[in-house]
């Protein structure tokens, strides 16, 4: 099959062809998986951030100053932006609450939300899939926004290689119940909003709650402190992301976490693909819709007609032709394998 032309453009950093693409994504076409097949092997070597936490504590307004910042180094930045709780993508509704300060017309920059709706692989794989198109594009950094701690649909430690917990000071008590949740996904605390009173307390209550933590692994989370309001802090964080990439390219117990995210991805779409062909036997499989008929006329119990129809999907008891014709299930009588 000919290359399609919009994978060409992907690759020479056409950004018409990187939007398209992702609209692709989104709209679970067949062409989409195929560009993802095909530009699979260029991925996994951007920096990829994930930033998460609390509602208004600044990670818009942070992304933005660190995106400036990137910029000045000469690198090109991707932004993902994932809001579960809006039902539109790409519109008006998300422009809202993504909120990104961003100089205009910069080429070396690509900002793109993403909402539950119209994701037709879960919000999730369109997230990771949007993430590799950035990265295949020629991004340096992607980063990408979520909301909440974690908890949410899209939790960053399956898209991202360094999270960033965004807080604020005096969360109170915000700060004890997300205290578990938090430190399982923080790798960096950074505590916006420093201009306001009670930034070094903060701080130095993150410090002690980080040494008191059991670490997940052998990384135990920086605690940075920053003001995206008065842009300071910014390079610090950068360093600190910097220094937890060297960390994952070098130490095995990260080398491990990347396995267990394929492995999760792996889990996720073929539990997504035997869903779909379930679907569609369940419709077109004769056999299949028979015990699904019998067991919603009472005639056989749940049971036993699931327990027929994982048989006839795995194969066994498979006739030669698909039938549209029922097993004979007489009434009472048990239904054969
Ligand atoms: N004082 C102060 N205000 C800030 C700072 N950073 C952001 N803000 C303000 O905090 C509010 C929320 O900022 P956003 O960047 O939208 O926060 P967010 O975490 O992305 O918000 P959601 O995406 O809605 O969860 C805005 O009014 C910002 O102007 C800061 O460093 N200092
Ligand atoms: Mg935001």
Request: glycine content about 10%; proline content about 4%.
């Amino acid at each position: 099959m000919p290359p399609d032309p919009l994978v060409k453009g992907l690759l020479s950093g056409d950004r018409i062809a990187l939007a398209k693409l992702i609209t692709d994504v989104e709209s679970g076409s067949p062409r989409a998986s195929e560009a993802l097949r095909t530009v699979y092997a260029r991925t996994g070597r951007s920096t990829v951030v994930g930033f998460a936490g609390p509602l208004g504590v600044g990670k818009s307004s942070l992304i933005s100053r660190l995106v400036r910042y990137l910029r000045t180094e000469g690198l090109k930045v991707g932004v993902v932006a994932v809001d579960p709780s809006s039902p539109f993508s790409g519109g008006a509704v998300l422009g809202d609450r993504v909120r990104l300060d961003l100089p205009r017309g910069d080429k070396g920059v690509f900002v793109r939300s993403m909402a539950t709706r119209g994701q037709a692989g879960g919000l999730a794989q369109g997230t990771r899939d949007t993430v590799r198109l950035m990265e295949a594009f020629g991004m340096d950094v992607v980063i990408v926004e979520t909301v909440g701690s974690g908890q949410s649909d899209v939790n960053i430690r399956d898209v991202a290689t360094t999270r960033v917990v965004v807080l604020v000071p005096h969360l109170g008590d915000d700060i004890q119940s997300l205290k578990a949740g938090l430190f399982e996904i923080a790798d960096i605390f950074a505590v916006n909003k420093s201009d306001l009173p009670g930034s070094a307390e903060a701080v130095r209550h993150l410090r002690e709650m980080t040494t008191i933590m059991s670490p997940r692994s052998d990384w135990r989370p920086d605690v940075t402190e920053c003001s995206a309001l008065n842009a300071t802090g910014i390079e610090e964080l950068w360093k600190k992301i910097q220094r937890h990439e060297d960390f994952v390219r070098k130490e095995s117990s990260a080398h491990q976490e990347s396995r267990d995210r394929l492995k999760k991805e792996l889990r996720e779409l073929l539990q997504r693909k035997l869903e779909e062909r379930l679907r569609s036997m369940l419709l077109e499989d004769g056999e299949v819709e028979e015990w699904a008929r019998q067991v919603e006329e009472g005639k056989i119990d749940p049971y036993t007609g699931s327990d027929r129809i994982v048989q006839r999907l795995s194969g066994q008891g498979r006739s030669k032709t698909v039938s549209r014709r029922s097993p004979r299930l007489d009434k009472g009588a048990r239904p054969r394998g």
